[in-house]
């Protein structure tokens, strides 16, 4: 469900329009560093600072309720360095310890699931987004938001298992369209024949035989299933066959080689919240959109 469909409005007054944002790449995750926070309370100490009102874009509160601080549109003053180009959501508490306030060991149940909601929702509903970071993680930031004890990754992996897995991968038999397609184009120009049906775009017997035959030669279990190790596995040998074609083709092969270092950047992030399956799936996305293809 689209997050305007259950995004309470808090009725807050900002001292000046906001601006528009005009690219969404990304989501940060911030704690409010207090207990208790309420759509006002925020809307108060950021006008206490200057700004024209609530700096993040959403707000989640401890019983699960999501409010719209300032407007899901708007550039957000949340986290210098993406403020242009992400999507603020605050969650209601203090988790990270502190000596001078009492703090949060443990988010309720009711908030997290709405922080993974809240994140799942905006990725569907802006597919440009590729990121989800802490605030601490966004580059240059010198703060600990959102807290050691904010479930940073917990929230991130929650994300990518109900998005990602069940909405954008894993093509297996019976599927069907533009991507089959594109599949069995790959498959043949990486001399995995379809004889009899050819790239018709239907994921039948001939096409689960080449792709358990490639998953043979990249060592994968021969299930049939195109999963995010199968077409990682495609991309290097897409982009083995290009370097052979450097010369006559510098331009295809350049595009590969960007393609893959990125993905080596992603893939060597480790345990970093930032190795985000969304970002694997923009590069294949990215890989098939490639000419040739
Ligand atoms: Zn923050």
Redesign the pocket.
């Known amino acids: 469900m689209p997050v305007k469909d259950y995004i309470k409005d808090a009725g807050l007054k900002f001292t000046g329009r906001p601006k528009k944002r005009n690219a969404t790449n990304g989501i ?1 995750l ?2 409010a ?1 207090a207990q208790q926070a309420s759509p006002r309370q925020i809307h108060e100490w950021h006008l206490k600072r200057g700004w024209i009102g609530a700096g993040y874009n959403i707000l989640v509160r401890k019983d699960g309720s999501v409010w719209e601080l300032r407007p899901l549109w708007a550039v957000g003053a ?2 210098q360095g993406a403020n242009s180009d992400s999507i ?1 959501v ?1 969650a209601e508490g203090m988790y990270h310890p502190s000596d001078s306030q009492a703090f949060d060991r443990v988010m309720p149940k009711a908030q997290f699931d709405a922080m993974v909601r809240v994140a799942r929702d905006l990725l569907r509903e802006y597919p440009s987004i590729i990121w989800i970071k802490g ?2 993680e966004v580059p240059g930031a010198a ?1 600990v ?2 807290g050691k004890f904010f479930p940073l990754d917990e929230i991130i992996q929650a994300v990518k298992d109900y998005t990602v897995f069940k909405e954008v991968h894993s093509m297996k038999k019976g599927d069907r369209g533009n991507d089959v397609q594109k599949l069995q184009k790959v498959l043949m120009q990486l001399g995995y024949p379809l004889p009899k049906y050819g790239a018709d775009g239907i994921f039948g017997d001939e096409t689960l035989a080449a792709v358990n035959a490639f998953k043979k030669t990249a060592s994968l279990p021969q299930n049939g299933i195109v999963d995010t190790a199968t077409m990682l596995a495609i991309i290097d040998a897409v982009g083995a066959g290009k370097e052979q074609l450097e010369k006559e083709n510098a331009q295809i092969n350049s595009g590969m080689q960007t393609v893959k270092k990125e993905l080596v950047k992603v893939l060597e992030l480790g345990t970093n919240a930032e190795k985000s399956i969304t970002q694997i799936r923009e590069k294949i996305k990215s890989v098939m959109a490639l000419p040739g293809l």
């Open positions: 940060v911030h704690h560093a949340h986290a603020g605050c605030h601490k703060t938001c959102p």
